[in-house]
């Protein structure tokens, strides 16, 4: 019984594995396309409700790890110069 209950909880937590890398990959997407956004838009240019929106987005992709943003460019495939991260 025990070999079969172990059985079961691999399946689970392999189904559940592919389940969140299957939501990172989406997530990776939104992020990437957001940290294209913000580099490509000029704040000075935007409505003021729209600059707030835009610089709290741009603190949240600035805080990411440079491995996450990295993944995230790649995902959208972003192309980024030697400086830019």
Do not use: F, W
């Not at 939501?23 to 409505?47: F, H, I, Q, S, Y």
């Not at 600035?62 to 460019?73: M, R």
């Amino acid at each position: 019984m025990p070999d079969k209950l172990n059985a079961q909880e691999v399946a689970m937590l392999r189904e559940e594995l592919e389940i969140l890398m299957y939501e990172r990959t989406g997530l990776l997407k939104v992020v990437g396309a957001a940290a294209v956004l913000v580099a490509n838009t000029d704040g000075r240019n935007l409505p003021p409700e729209a600059a707030e929106a835009a610089e709290m987005l741009s603190k949240c992709v600035n805080d990411l790890s440079e491995e996450t943003l990295k993944d995230a460019l790649e995902t959208v495939h972003a192309e980024v110069g030697p400086g830019d991260l």
